[in-house]
C-alpha cells in the first residue's frame, strides 16, 4: 500500500481556481482501480496552502492513474510543492 501526502503552495490568490480544477480529479482518481482515498483540501491556517493525501493499493495503479496528469494550467498554479510518497508495509485498526 502506499500514501502519498504533503502540501502544494498555490500562487497568491489562485487557491479557489486549484481546487475547483482539482475536483474532477479527485472523482476520477476515486473510481480508479486501486485507490482507497484521494483528497485534495484547503488548509485552514495558510491561505496559499493545499494538502493532498492519497492510498493507493499499489505504485503500479497509482502511476497508471497519474500517466493523464494534471494539465498545464493547473500545474502552472503550484508555486512549490513538498509530497511524499510513503510505502506501508502493514496497517491496522486501532
Known amino acids: 500500500m502506499l ?13 479557489q481556481e486549484f481546487l475547483e480544477a482539482s475536483y474532477e480529479a479527485m472523482i ?6 486501486g485507490c482507497k482515498d484521494f483528497v485534495v483540501a484547503a488548509d485552514p491556517v495558510e491561505p ?5 493525501y492519497e492510498v493507493w493499493e499499489s505504485e503500479e495503479q497509482l502511476l497508471d492513474f497519474r500517466g493523464s496528469g ?3 494550467k ?3 498554479l503550484i508555486e512549490r510543492a513538498n509530497v511524499s510518497q510513503h510505502v506501508i508495509a502493514s496497517s491496522a485498526s486501532p
Not at 500514501?3 to 487557491?15: D, F
Not at 476520477?28 to 482501480?33: F, G
Open 3 to 15: 500514501i502519498v501526502s504533503g502540501q502544494l503552495y498555490i500562487r497568491k490568490g489562485s487557491r
Open 74 to 76: 493547473l500545474f502552472s
Open 28 to 33: 476520477l482518481a476515486r473510481k480508479a482501480p
Open 70 to 72: 494534471p494539465d498545464n
Open 48 to 52: 496559499e496552502r493545499v494538502n493532498v
